[in-house]
C-alpha cells in the first residue's frame, strides 16, 4: 500500500511539476487510505514547499464513493475558476468521480487524472484519453508466488522474503513482495491487453476505430 501511494504521486509531478492539485483520498475509516494519504503528501512536501504544486483540495471520499469524489472536484473547481491541473485519486472509482465532475466543465482529458485497480471502466477512460493512469498488478505472478510460498511452508522450507512495516501494524512482518505496474495510454496493450487482463476490443470499446493504435 505505500508503494501505490508513493507511484501514484510520484508519476503526476513527472507529468504536471507545477499548478494546482486536487488529493481524493479513499474512506477515512481505511487504514490503506490512511497510508496512501501520508505517502502522497510526503512525496509532494518538497514541490509544495517550493510553491511548485498548490494543494487546492484533499478530502477523504466516504466509503470510496465515485459520487463522493465527484463533489469534492466539483467543490475544488468552483473555489478555483476551473483553474486544477491533477487529481490524484486513490483508486479508479473515485477517478471516475472525478472525470464526471471535469466533464461538465469540459475539462476531462485536460486535466491529469490518476486512478489504481486496472478497472475494465479505468482502461477504457485511459484508452479514451481522459484517465491518464491506472495501477495494475498483475494476477499471474501474485498467483503464482501464493502457490509457491504455500508449498514452501508447507515443506516448512524458506521462503524469500522482505520484512515489511506499515503504519497500523504491530511490529514487521515478512512479505513477499510483486512489482506494480503505471499503465496509460502509451503501454496499454503491452501491460494489461498482453497479459490477457483484459482484450483490445473491451479497452478500445468507446474509441472510433479510425482512432484506434494498431492492434499489437
Known amino acids: 500500500v505505500p508503494v501505490l501511494g508513493r507511484k501514484r504521486a510520484q508519476y503526476a509531478p513527472k507529468k504536471v511539476p507545477k499548478g494546482n492539485y486536487v488529493l481524493v483520498y479513499g474512506a477515512s475509516n481505511d487504514n490503506n487510505s490512511i497510508i496512501m494519504k501520508k505517502e502522497q503528501l510526503a512525496v509532494l512536501k518538497d514541490a509544495v514547499d517550493k510553491g511548485d504544486i498548490k494543494i487546492v483540495a484533499d478530502q477523504h471520499a466516504k466509503d470510496w464513493k465515485a459520487d463522493e469524489a465527484l463533489k469534492i472536484v466539483e467543490n475544488a473547481l468552483t473555489q478555483n475558476a476551473d483553474k486544477v ?29 490518476t486512478g489504481q485497480d486496472a478497472e475494465k471502466a479505468a482502461l477504457q477512460r485511459i484508452a479514451e484519453g481522459k484517465q491518464t493512469m491506472t495501477i495494475y498488478k498483475p494476477i499471474a505472478p ?7 510460498a504455500a508449498i514452501k511452508l508447507a515443506k516448512k522450507e524458506k521462503i524469500d522474503s522482505e520484512s515489511f512495516t506499515s503504519d497500523g501494524m504491530d511490529g514487521a512482518i515478512q512479505a513477499v513482495l510483486f ?3 503505471l499503465v496509460d495510454k502509451e503501454n496499454l496493450q ?8 483484459a482484450t483490445f476490443e473491451d479497452v478500445y470499446m468507446n474509441v472510433a476505430k479510425d482512432k484506434r493504435p494498431k492492434k499489437e
Not at 471535469?102 to 476531462?108: M, Q, S, V
Not at 501474485?142 to 509457491?148: P, Q
Not at 501491460?191 to 487482463?197: A, C, L
Open 190 to 197: 503491452s501491460t494489461v491487453i498482453k497479459d490477457g487482463w
Open 142 to 148: 501474485l498467483a503464482s508466488g501464493a502457490v509457491e
Open 85 to 113: 491541473d491533477v487529481v490524484i485519486a486513490s483508486n479508479d472509482g473515485t477517478a471516475g468521480g472525478a472525470i464526471s465532475a471535469l466533464e461538465t466543465k469540459g475539462l476531462a482529458g485536460k486535466v491529469l487524472v
Open 179 to 181: 512489482e506494480i505496474v
